[in-house]
């Protein structure tokens, strides 16, 4: 049984104004839950909250006070987890929620704890669906110093500490490219990608759109964390979940980072 963790950005889950995006939030839900049905094991990073929590309370633009964007988180989760709920059951999946902070996963002994709720939860068919805790951390949000970044490194974190076959970033860009594509229409997306060097590195500049907090560069950081540790990664389109089919079957889709082997997939 395959196991998979796929992380999906603010700006696949939300429209421009803030407010969820139903038609790709639904279409996600639907997708996994087939997957799930069909054996795989399944392990969704979701990002969003905020953004989320900031549209339901009506506020004019994301708040910069530090306590504002946690109350934001706050309200947001509680509305993206209810609609998780809402959706998944309805095809026949039961989801849990998992916050995390940077100490459950420094510690030894909460890592531990960690790691065997994920597998209860996945040994009894239910898809755990994890964020960074932001309403009692701030380091996601804004630390010039912090372990998770964003949420693609927390997915690689996570897809490390559940031990995944491979981790799936789905983005608003389908993946990397050898060029930016919002400003050269002729680049050209790099379809695999065997060693992640200077050259590719090179490659990821600028940052994701406005309500998201990644780019390019933090996929790639992702990417080497994961691929050192056994585990293929893949970036793709977010808006066009059913393509996850596509990759799942070999097809090129996005880009694929192959894993060394050889390394460890454990923290």
Known sequence: MQRIV?????????????S?????????????????NSGYEVVLVSSGAISVGVN????NERPKDM??????????????MHMYDKLFSEYGNM??????TEEDIESDYRRNN???????????????????NDSVSHHQIE???KVFGDNDTLSAIVAGLVEADKLIIMSDIEGLYDDNPRTNPNA???HKVEKIDDSIISLANGAGSNRGTGGMATKLEAAKYVTDRGIDMYVTIGNKPEKLYDLLEGKDVGTFFLSCKKGSKEL
């Open 20 to 36: 969820v995006d139903i038609k790709t939030l639904d279409k996600l839900c639907q997708v996994l839950s087939d997957l799930r």
């Open 67 to 80: 306590k504002m964007k946690q109350a934001a988180a706050a309200v947001g989760q509680c509305e993206l």
């Open 188 to 190: 050209k997306l790099i």
């Open 95 to 100: 989801v849990a929620q998992i916050l995390l």
């Open 143 to 145: 630390s010039p110093k």
């Open 114 to 132: 960690l790691k065997n709720t994920f597998s209860a939860l996945l040994d009894n068919g239910i898809i755990p669906i994890v964020n960074e």
């Open 6 to 18: 796929v992380k999906v950005g603010t700006s696949t889950l939300t429209h421009e104004n803030g």
């Open 56 to 59: 339901k309370m009506r506020l």
